[in-house]
Nanobody, 125 residues
Framework: VQLAESGGGLVQAGGSLRLSCAISGRASSGYAVAWFRQAPGKEREFLGG????????SFSDSVKGRFNISRDNAKDTVYLQMNSLKPEDTAVYYC???????????????????WGQGTQVTVSS
C-alpha cells in the first residue's frame, strides 16, 4: 500500500487549500485514513480522520471548524479541505492509513503503518 499527498503550497492567511491523499495497492477490505501535520521542532499532530463509510473522527481543537475531511472510495482518495488558514498552520501534512480497522479512527501515530511522504503547506501572514 502506498499513500501520496498532493495539493500543498504557499497561501496567504485566510486562504484555502485542499490536500489530496491518493491510496494505491490498497487491501481488499476497507480502511480508515487520518491526517497529521508536523511543524518544525514540534511533534506530529493528529488533525482528524475518516472511516471507510465516511464517518469523521473529531477534529483537533486547533483546526476544528476550519478543516474538513472527505473521501471518494471509488477514486481511493481522501481529501483535507483547509479554510481560514493561519500562519500557525504552516507544517508538513501527512495522511496515514489503518488497514486493520475500517470504522474507527485513532489519533495515536503508532497505530498507522502506512504513511505518505508529506506535502508542505506554508501560510504567509
Amino acid at each position: 500500500v502506498q499513500l501520496a499527498e498532493s495539493g500543498g503550497g504557499l497561501v496567504q492567511a485566510g486562504g484555502s487549500l485542499r490536500l489530496s491523499c491518493a491510496i494505491s495497492g490498497r487491501a481488499s477490505s476497507g480502511y480508515a485514513v487520518a491526517w497529521f501535520r508536523q511543524a518544525p521542532g514540534k511533534e506530529r499532530e493528529f488533525l482528524g480522520g475518516v472511516t471507510w463509510t465516511g464517518r469523521k473522527a473529531s477534529f483537533s481543537d486547533s483546526v476544528k471548524g476550519r478543516f474538513n475531511i472527505s473521501r471518494d472510495n471509488a477514486k481511493d482518495t481522501v481529501y483535507l479541505q483547509m479554510n481560514s488558514l493561519k500562519p500557525e498552520d504552516t507544517a508538513v501534512y501527512y495522511c496515514a492509513a489503518d488497514l486493520n480497522r475500517s470504522e474507527y479512527v485513532f489519533s495515536q501515530r503508532h497505530i498507522y503503518e502506512y504513511w505518505g511522504q508529506g506535502t508542505q503547506v506554508t501560510v504567509s501572514s
